[in-house]
């Protein structure tokens, strides 16, 4: 039975119809919890064309997690040409219509898996690569550990997402929210960029020595 988005005209191609529903449901159940005959009747194909296309479940979920490194990455490199400030959400805007990537990516990073951990790997390579970009355009400062900080900052952003819910609880802010709209992240990205742009500890007092309180 074919699914109601293919039914209506769906002019993706066949390959982009079942990658964009296959990160769609993986977002919303999980990948374990997710078959390939209700991969196919979202996509509105038959669950022999993906084992033919992919060879199996965990290759289409592979191909995912490509896709959404390959959309951060499109996005940041962007953004370090361009010159905004870095933003500390390291995930990228969805497109209309488009897989719920954020979610999609929320969902996989609990997961533990060994394509979990290549797709970190990926990442934080990207943002090494791209903050590197950054430094060369005078956007960002140099540093002494450009590996390590790209790192860090990746797995701050990534962290965050995964935590979204207590994220949402204690300031209200909603990381999986359309991001066209800035208010439903202000409460995260307005104290993140703050801390990465002013820091968080105050300048020490020359006059003071070290250890000892002024009075």
């Known amino acids: 039975m074919r699914s109601k988005s293919a039914r209506s005209g769906d002019d993706r191609s066949t390959e982009i119809r079942i990658r964009d529903a296959a990160i769609t449901l993986f977002a919303e159940h999980g990948v374990a919890a997710t078959s390939v005959r209700a991969i196919a009747a979202a996509a ?72 979990v951990s290549a797709m970190i790997d990926t990442l934080v390579d990207d943002a090494a690569r791209y903050m590197a970009e950054g430094v060369e355009s005078g956007l960002l400062k140099p540093t002494e550990h450009p590996y390590g900080r790209a790192a860090v900052l990746a797995i701050w952003s990534l962290g965050a997402l995964v935590l ?52």
């Open 44 to 115: 509105g194909v038959a669950p022999s064309l993906i084992i033919h296309r992919y060879g199996s479940k965990e290759a289409l979920r592979t191909a995912c997690d490509e896709y959404v490194a390959e959309a951060l990455r499109e996005r940041k490199s962007e953004g370090m040409r361009s010159g905004p400030l870095l933003g500390p959400l390291a995930t990228p805007h969805e497109a209309r219509g488009g897989p719920p990537v954020r979610r999609y990516l929320a969902r996989t990073l609990i997961d533990g898996s060994p394509q």
């Open 164 to 215: 979204h819910e207590h994220l949402e609880r204690l300031t209200g802010a909603d990381l999986l929210a359309d991001q066209d709209d800035p208010a439903a992240i202000a409460a995260y990205t307005g104290p993140a960029t703050e801390m990465l742009t002013r820091g968080i500890t105050a300048e020490p007092d020359p006059g003071t020595p070290a250890g000892q309180e002024k009075e």
